[in-house]
């Protein structure tokens, strides 16, 4: 299987084509590697999300798949709006999203990391450090999950230096108006690995956040309109993303992209439980 996907490349944040047209399925990607980007070899969507989705939608008999880039926060608005069929951005499933939209089934599971510096010279290793330091500026995704992890463990608002992009948050990092990015782990080490200045690092031994006691594992989705059509395409969604995972499709999807087998879905948690957790 290659890794480059079969999505149709739109980059502007309007669909042109009308959702639900004949065979054709838009499909919203956030612009997170290696979750979701642009392979700019190829002029082609991919990542693993997409991936995933890609996987799922043939078996559901879709073969003219379009993907669009947009910004993470943009995502749930866009598939409410009708501007796309499915978003799949990774994204963890949380009560407050599960208010404003669809989740499908649990397709990946993940952790946190960060990129510092070169040489971490503040020696930043968790999260609870910046929470301790309100010297410490950290660079983080609008509307991503990092903020309300940080604000838990007692960060301070003023203490967050906001991006649209992890491109935008490397480089406040990279000039130094940023400390430190968080983001997931799988993004922020990919962000560090192709980066070429030298001038930041992902730390390998970073330290998972416990909030209340409990680690914070993230559980990422695809997302469908919150519509009667929304419900029967999530409902036939899921069944194929299963045979995905029955049949080890699935991980050998998200392999071609660094995930391994610890992130695959989890057999005793479910999207009922995160969204009402």
Known sequence: MKKAGIFGLLTSAVVLAACGGGNTIQVGVANEEPYGY??????????????????????????????????????????????FDIVTAG???????????????IEMQ????????????????????????????????????????????GADESQFVSGNSIADNIAAV??????????TDATANSAAQNNTSGKVEFVEDFTQPVIDGEEQIAYGAAVF???????????????????LIDSGELLEIIEQFGFTEANLPPEDITMEDRCNA
């Open 38 to 83: 642009i392979d700019t070899d190829a002029g082609e969507v991919t990542g693993a999300s997409p991936e995933i989705a890609r996987a799922v939608l043939q078996k559901m008999g879709y073969e003219d798949i379009e993907g669009t880039v947009v910004d993470f926060g943009a995502l749930i608005q866009g598939v409410n709006s009708g501007q």
């Open 91 to 105: 994204m963890d499933i949380q009560p407050e999203r599960c208010a404003n939209g669809n989740f499908g089934n």
């Open 110 to 153: 993940y952790g946190e990391g960060i990129v510092v510096a070169s040489g971490n010279p503040l020696n930043i290793t968790s999260y609870e450090d910046i929470a301790e330091d309100p010297d410490i500026r950290v660079a983080l995704m609008a509307g991503a999950n990092q903020e309300a992890m940080l604000l838990a463990l």
């Open 174 to 183: 990279e000039n130094g108006q940023a400390d430190v990015m968080v983001a």
């Open 225 to 243: 309109p919150q519509s009667e059509a929304g419900e029967e395409m999530r409902e036939e969604y899921n069944a194929a993303l299963q045979e």
